[in-house]
């Protein structure tokens, strides 16, 4: 009999809005707890809705970088600058890798996305452009663990 492979942790719905233009935050810590913060682009959902892969910035001997190649422990918010619906993803890095090509091609798609939905709320697009460091890129791969809603309210915090 064969054993059940683990369940989808993200849905399709949910896996359409990390797709979109939104902003994508990464959190990292090492292993005295010390948080850094990162921008991530050209999120890509698994099938499955088990994994997760984007590029995120991390230069070498970033603490960022450290802590992708460390302990792995990672988490990912997505939130569009021109609605308050915010998503978070908690899970732990599988590979960090430089990115091959179709990555680095999702991840400028997900610029112009993300550039787009910023100039509705009035931030130039230059301003996302500068967020951007494409030399500074690598491809993370991480497991998808964990799923809480942050939208703002009663519900910011629970796990979908």
């Known amino acids: ?25 990464v959190a990292t810590r090492n292993a005295q707890l010390r948080p850094a913060f990162t921008r991530g682009w050209g999120p890509a959902v698994s099938a499955d809705g088990l994994w997760l892969t984007l590029c995120v910035v991390a230069a070498r001997g ?8 460390g302990n792995g422990a990672i988490a990912v918010v997505f939130n569009p600058p021109t609605v308050g ?18 990555q680095l091609r999702r991840a400028e798609r997900h610029l112009e996305a993300f550039a787009g939905e910023a100039e509705q709320v009035g931030a130039p697009p230059a301003n996302a452009q500068r967020l951007f460091v494409r030399r500074d890129l690598v491809a993370v791969r991480l497991s998808i663990d964990e799923v809480f809603d942050q939208t703002p309210g009663q519900s910011a915090g629970v796990r979908l």
Do not use: C, W, Y
């Open 1 to 25: 009999m064969a054993t059940p492979g683990p369940e989808r942790v993200l849905d399709p719905g949910l896996a359409a809005f990390i797709h979109g233009g939104v902003a994508v935050g």
């Open 85 to 102: 619906q915010a998503l978070q993803v908690k899970g732990v890095v599988a590979e960090v890798r430089e990115p091959a090509a179709g």
């Open 62 to 69: 970033s603490a960022s970088r450290e802590n992708l190649e």
